[in-house]
């Protein structure tokens, strides 16, 4: 485990009656602090779990964000239990985002090795497979469930999508055909983070939708999957009217590089908008971490 380095209780402040016999909690500012901080010396997912039941919906969401960075087995029991209970839609939608966590800790992990007398030694700070394999099967049922919301659906694919296996494949292509926008949307993100080739004719397609969530959607999803056939667009998109997009565009540019991808991200480091060449400065900075060849 980690060591805790710092005294968490100055931030502690007085509790509200309704929480019951706790005598100290943290305040939602605090909670952000912990979230948004980088303190990596901390375990504060004991900390954050007590959080899971708030009585503020936004502090439940706030502590599901931090719990991203503590994918231990312990939790997966009350996220399970948020994603069925929590009346909150949003705070739902959370507790499935966080268990994609668990399903990228099982694709890290190499459950077939045969460690010999490593093997413990090798498993200690991996995910146990029937860890995984519990939020696994929780999530598959979740998609297929149609009695669940539309957004519970839609965030299970996602996170899911870790797994490059054919039956994510499916579940994606389904939800890819759906008709309700956001469900279109959760496949093509799905479709980024698996950066599997089958999808690319797909996202080179959607980086040209006329409905700008698709669109949006593409331009980030070409740079998570690092598709270099989507580089010219991208360049165009990336001088393009709207802002948002420009910038979407400049940061997926980062992401994939390739021949003269540099040379246009220094150019645009010397724009006249000041969000465009922050972006453009970041976006050489990645690209410096995968590039021998980076022109200076």
């Known amino acids: 485990g980690k060591v805790q380095l710092i005294d968490a209780t100055q931030w502690y402040k007085p509790l509200r009656k309704s929480l019951g016999k706790k005598n100290c909690e943290l305040s939602e500012e605090d909670i952000r602090h912990i979230v948004e901080g980088e303190d990596y010396s901390t375990d504060y997912w004991p900390v954050l779990r007590d959080y899971l039941e708030d009585e503020d919906a936004e502090v439940r969401s706030l502590a599901l964000d931090g719990l991203w960075d503590y994918p231990v087995p312990e939790l997966i029991t009350p996220l399970l239990e948020m994603v069925r209970n929590d009346p909150s839609q949003e705070v739902r939608s959370k507790a499935i985002v966080t268990l ?50 539309l957004d519970s659906r839609r965030f299970a694919i996602e996170a899911l999508s870790f797994l490059n296996e054919p039956a994510v494949q499916d579940l994606i292509e389904a939800a890819y055909a759906h008709p309700d926008v956001k469900m279109k949307v959760s496949a093509v993100f799905a479709m980024g983070r698996q950066g599997d080739r089958r999808w690319a004719d797909t996202l080179l397609k959607e980086l040209d939708s006329e409905v700008k969530e698709l669109q949006y959607e593409a331009v980030r999803a ?5 598709l270099d056939k989507a580089v010219p667009r991208l360049k165009e998109l990336a001088l393009d009217d709207d802002k948002d997009l420009r910038l979407e565009a400049i940061w997926a540019l980062g992401r994939i590089g390739g021949e003269g991808v540099s040379e246009f991200l220094y150019d645009l ?28």
């Open 100 to 149: 994609g966590r668990y399903i990228y800790e099982g694709t890290m992990a190499d459950y077939d090795f045969d460690w010999g007398a490593m093997e413990e030694l090798m498993r200690e700070d991996e995910l146990p497979e029937e860890d995984f394999l519990r939020v696994k099967d929780f999530l598959l049922e979740l998609v297929r469930d149609e009695g669940q919301s």
């Open 269 to 296: 480091a010397d724009d006249a908008d000041e969000e465009v060449r922050e972006m453009a400065e970041a976006a050489l900075e990645e690209l410096s971490l995968w590039s021998e060849d980076l022109v200076g």
């Open 222 to 226: 070409a740079g998570e999957a690092g």
